[in-house]
């Protein structure tokens, strides 16, 4: 498999300028791509998500917080900048988003796909097929645009059925917590517009030739990853079952934004163990350097092993 990182320095309302630059600091669009046979693979920034530290890393203790931050080269004290990276698989006549990030309407900092899109040639007409990881605002909002339409107009939309449900339930915003009725309210809207053109299936379902839904609940209770090829040519797409380096070294711990801490990291600690094992590229969503690179074991823990 290669892997080339591009840098996108400069954009005018004409043109758009590309410089390969694989060690510079990232300004502007970055495009990492991954290329395995006939498959192309892009992680394509959507912008960021900011956390303040005590809610991004609320769920480790805090006389350990420190200490495993440092570790990882994490300042303790600062702003979290979780970076959202959606991936796009080329293949064949298929031009496949894996999400579409987060539209307008959620975050300052993030909605930026269409825009990155372009800075590789894609347009949203040219998208064939969409599927989602979870319901998430930052997965899920951008799929409509400034007028409530598709804006994948050609797309064949595909979720889990688990997860469709779980969002299109009235009563989730009843259940789902004051601080999450936001997100509810925004899927809801969302999926009410594109509900009937929503495919739905179920864990293990090849969503499309050659790839495969993986269920990795907890999250969200439907979430799902998905296998894009085999371990050596090929990757996967992880969604946010492991949302930042912590997790790797402590997967029994789990994150402020997962729904069921607990089932959360029974599946981080068994889909990590899994990807060490098999080998998998993994794209991870909110990972560092495009989200791409390999889980290696240390110990009982993980390690984030970035190839970009």
Do not use: C
């Not at 900011?50 to 609320?58: C, I, K, N, S, Y």
């Not at 969302?190 to 090849?206: K, N, P």
């Not at 492991?242 to 068994?270: C, E, N």
Request: avoid cysteine; aromatic fraction near 8%; hydrophobic fraction near 45%.
């Amino acid at each position: 498999m290669q892997i080339a990182r591009r840098v996108f320095l400069t954009r005018t309302a004409a043109a758009l300028s590309a410089v390969v630059l694989p060690f510079a600091p990232l300004r502007g669009w970055a495009v990492t791509t991954l290329t395995a046979g006939a498959l192309r693979i892009d992680s394509v920034s959507d912008g960021h998500i900011e956390f303040p530290p005590d809610f991004a890393f609320a769920m480790i203790p805090e006389d350990q917080r420190s200490d495993l931050l440092r570790s990882l080269d994490i300042d303790p004290e600062a702003v979290v900048k979780s970076p959202l990276n959606v991936t796009l698989l080329r293949h064949g006549d298929r031009v496949v988003l894996f999400d579409v990030g987060s539209g307008p309407d959620f975050v300052p900092t993030a909605g930026r796909l269409v825009e990155a899109l372009s800075t590789i040639d894609v347009s949203p007409e040219d998208v064939t097929d969409v599927i989602f990881t979870h319901g998430h605002p930052d997965h899920l909002w951008g799929v409509l645009d400034d007028f409530d339409e598709p804006l994948f107009p050609n797309a064949a939309l595909k979720m889990g059925q688990v997860e469709f449900n779980y969002w299109t339930d009235p009563a989730t915003i009843d259940t789902i917590g004051e601080e999450r009725q936001s997100f509810a309210a925004g899927a809801m809207r969302r999926l009410t517009v594109i509900g009937d053109l929503v495919e739905r299936f179920d864990d293990g379902a090849e969503v499309l030739p050659g790839i495969r839904a993986v269920a990795t609940p907890g999250h969200t209770p439907g979430h799902m990853s998905f296998e894009i090829g085999t371990p050596d040519q090929g990757a996967f797409v992880t969604g946010d079952f492991v949302t930042s380096l912590a997790g790797f070294v402590r997967p029994d711990l789990g994150t402020a934004t997962d729904h069921d801490l607990a089932l959360a990291a029974q599946t981080r600690q068994a889909m990590l163990a899994r990807l060490a094992d098999e080998g998998w590229m993994i794209l991870g969503y909110h990972l560092p350097h495009g989200g791409i690179g390999r889980v290696r074991r240390e110990g009982e823990a993980f390690t984030f092993e970035s190839e970009a």
